[in-house]
């Protein structure tokens, strides 16, 4: 892949990540970016290594799971970029596994905490807190937002609303087996409320 071409899908992948109103599904990857601009950037081995190195799809994937893990510069300055890329690769093909346990994990929670509902609340949904406390996944959220929008409530939440943002940009991103999570639905009931 041509570096050029790299420095503007990384471009917008940052937009995509780092601003509300930028979405890379609706603008199909546009962005505006002169090659002038990019010739003096002062990361622009970095650029060429991930153009020679890695296809279309991988500099994709390495860029968005160092996003998705905070870095908000994609890893290209990052030394350990390649370990978080390589662990968010781990972490995509057992997704299903670790949504089946956080769900069981939830479930336990709510018990403990007498929460009859984990993703609707006054206050802190449940999951939020879990989330930010490290004890579930950052996909089983996204997963679960994309089942029940929930993030659309808590959105404007001043503790809670990088967190949203970052789980409605890393929806497009997020594949799943709809057939897989059918199967949770008895589970994915109780976490809702809907007994």
């Known amino acids: ?71 908000r510069w994609g890893g290209v300055f990052d030394a350990q970029a390649m370990d978080i890329y390589n662990e968010w690769l781990v972490q995509k093909k057992r997704v299903m596994y670790t949504f089946a346990t956080d769900l069981d994990y939830i479930l336990m929670e709510m018990e403990k905490r007498g929460v009859t509902n984990a993703i609707n609340s006054d206050e802190h949904p449940l999951i939020m807190k ?3 406390g490290s004890k579930i996944s950052l996909e089983t959220v996204v997963i679960l937002d994309r089942l029940y929008s929930f993030t659309d ?24 087996d709809s057939i897989k999570v059918a199967k949770l639905q008895d589970k994915l009931d109780m976490v809702t409320g809907n007994v």
Do not use: W
Not at 6 to 21: C, D, I, N, Q
Not at 44 to 57: E, H, P
Not at 164 to 173: A, I, R, T
């Open 153 to 176: 409530k808590i959105k404007d939440d001043f503790v809670l609303k990088d967190t949203c943002l970052l789980v409605k940009k890393y929806k497009p991103f997020l594949s799943v």
């Open 130 to 132: 879990l989330l930010l």
């Open 1 to 71: 892949m041509e570096p050029f071409l790299v420095y503007k899908m990384y471009l917008a992948l940052k937009l995509h990540f780092t601003t509300e109103s930028y979405d890379i599904t609706k603008h199909r990857g546009a962005v505006r970016g002169k090659k002038e601009t990019f010739l003096q950037r002062k990361d622009l081995t970095a650029i060429r290594k991930l153009a020679r190195d890695f296809s279309q799809k991988e500099i994709r994937d390495f860029l968005v799971a160092n996003f998705v893990s905070g870095n």
